[in-house]
C-alpha cells in the first residue's frame, strides 16, 4: 500500500505562486507514475500532468503547460506541483495520485491511491 499526504495549498492573490508538495509513504517501490489533478466546485476532475517515479519524465496539460512544472524528489519520495502566476480559475481542490504502471494516463480510474487533497484559493 502507498500512502499520499498532500500540502502548500493556501490564499494566495492573482499572479502569485504555490508549490505543493505530494509525500509518499508505504511501498513506494509500487509507483509507476504520479500525477496531479484538481477539482473546483461543481466541476469535473481534470487531469493537470503527471511524472514517470522511475526517471524525470513529466507531462504537462496544455491548459497549464507553462505556468506548471512538476518534479520529484526521489530520495524523499515527494512529488511537487509548482504553480506560477495563477489565476482565480485555478482555485481548486488540487489531489496527487498514484498508479503502479508506468506510462501516461489522463484518466482518475487509472490510479488506485490518491491523497486528501489541498486547497488552493486564488483571488482576484
Known amino acids: 500500500q502507498v500512502q499520499l499526504v498532500e500540502s502548500g495549498g493556501g490564499l494566495v492573490q492573482a499572479g502569485g505562486s504555490l508549490r505543493l508538495s505530494c509525500a509518499a509513504s508505504g511501498r513506494t517501490g509500487n509507483i509507476g507514475a504520479l500525477a496531479w489533478f484538481r477539482q473546483a466546485s461543481g466541476k469535473e476532475r481534470e487531469f493537470l500532468g503527471l511524472?514517470?517515479?522511475?526517471?524525470?519524465?513529466?507531462r504537462l496539460e496544455d491548459s497549464v503547460r507553462g505556468r506548471f512544472t512538476i518534479s520529484k524528489n526521489i530520495r524523499e519520495n515527494t512529488a511537487y506541483l509548482q504553480m506560477n502566476n495563477l489565476n482565480p480559475g485555478d482555485s481548486a481542490t488540487y489531489y496527487c495520485a498514484v498508479r503502479r504502471l508506468r506510462g501516461f494516463s489522463r484518466s482518475a480510474t487509472d490510479y488506485a491511491t490518491w491523497g486528501q487533497g489541498t486547497q488552493v484559493t486564488v483571488s482576484s
Open positions: 511524472v514517470l517515479w522511475g526517471d524525470s519524465l513529466t
